[in-house]
């Protein structure tokens, strides 16, 4: 079964802080990961996007890796800042499907001051 | 800003009414997708139209109903509704037809419905 899980579920660190997010999917036969940072009622934006031959990616203080043999990605965050507070979604595409993109329950950070 | 545009932001209904949330996706995009989050929940995808025409369905109640018009907008009906119908309603839009085959989704702000 195609499924994409998060840890943790929250998070709170204090600004300034680095924090590492989990991504874990059984997805198969994979295309691409993806994560996504969504603000308290706001859409998801994209951060980064990996396929399987890359192993880190990043996106200024946002720095993403996969492991394709263990189907697991991080998302890395350096000196957080405030505005880090938000929602991070992962999200695992398969290679074919009409119902092909698997979202995860997403791993809520808060940055404190 | 996405340029994915969808109205209501707001919305507050009673149970078993009807209402329609508008999307108009980025400019040329042909693919629109239909997103579900209740409080404190993942997405749930609902449906996905590919230039007019249904290209994927997920976990979309009977309930509910959606199109997508010639000029590329897409309207999601949800009729005789419930409390558990409020959520968030995200629309996305990408230019690829298939959405894990690299191209990027492009979400709007969401619309938000309250059924009382």
């Known amino acids: 079964k195609n499924q994409v899980e998060q840890s943790p579920q929250s998070l709170i660190i204090l600004e300034g802080k680095n924090c590492t997010l989990q991504?874990?999917?059984?997805?198969?036969?994979?295309?691409?990961l993806r994560w996504y940072k969504q603000d308290t009622g706001r859409g998801p934006v994209s951060l980064t996007i990996?396929?399987?031959?890359?192993n880190t990616k990043s996106n200024g203080r946002y720095t993403a890796t996969l492991d394709a043999d263990t189907k697991q990605s991080s998302l890395h965050i350096t000196a957080s800042q405030l505005s880090d507070s938000a929602s991070y979604i992962c999200?695992?595409?398969?290679?074919?499907?009409?119902?092909?993109?698997?979202f995860g329950t997403g791993t809520r950070l808060t940055v404190i001051p | 800003d996405s340029g994915v545009t969808q109205t209501p932001k707001h919305l507050i209904t009673a149970t078993g009414q009807r209402v329609t949330l508008r999307c108009s996706p980025r400019?040329?995009?042909?693919?629109v997708y239909w997103y579900q989050q209740s409080l404190d929940q993942g997405l749930q995808f609902l449906i996905q139209?590919?230039?007019?025409?249904?290209?994927a369905k997920g976990n979309i109640l009977e309930r509910f109903s959606a199109q997508q018009f010639p000029d590329l907008h897409s309207e999601l009906n949800l009729s005789s509704l419930e409390l558990g119908d409020s959520a968030l309603y995200f629309c996305?839009?990408?230019?690829?037809?298939?959405?894990?085959?690299?191209?990027?989704?492009?979400f709007g702000e969401g619309s938000r419905l309250t059924v009382l």
């Open positions: 996305a839009s990408s230019p690829r037809l298939d959405r894990g085959l690299g191209g990027e989704l492009f």
């Open positions: 991504c874990n999917y059984t997805v198969s036969p994979f295309s691409n």
């Open positions: 990996m396929t399987f031959s890359e």
């Open positions: 999200v695992v595409s398969a290679e074919r499907g009409a119902n092909n993109l698997f």
């Open positions: 400019s040329g995009d042909l693919s």
């Open positions: 139209y590919y230039n007019g025409e249904e290209r």
